[in-house]
């Protein structure tokens, strides 16, 4: 709880709203890299978007069963 509490608050918030359970250290390794490139909170918060929407899309996809080669 302790990682979470020292997190920025827009991060925080971002945090509550999440589909996916994601871990303080997680979310602070991508919004560190995104601050550290230059871009803004929001812009940052938009990384972290793009990454949750990737992750869910992977989990969703549909499993292709393997050819038989008869």
Same mark, same amino acid.
């Given at each position: ?27 602070? =390794?991508?919004?560190? /890299? $995104?601050?550290?490139?230059? %871009? &803004?909170?929001?812009? @940052?918060? =938009?990384?972290?978007? /793009? $990454?949750?929407?990737?992750? %869910? &899309?992977?989990?969703? @996809? ?5 050819? $038989?080669?008869?």
């Amino acid at each position: 709880m302790a990682a979470y509490d020292r997190l920025p608050s827009p991060l925080r918030a971002w945090l509550r709203q999440a589909q996916l359970p994601w871990s303080p250290q997680s979310c602070q =390794r991508i919004w560190t /890299a $995104a601050r550290r490139a230059g %871009l &803004a909170e929001a812009e @940052a918060l =938009r990384r972290l978007d /793009a $990454a949750e929407a990737k992750t %869910l &899309a992977r989990s969703r @996809a549909p499993l292709v069963p393997p050819t $038989a080669n008869c």
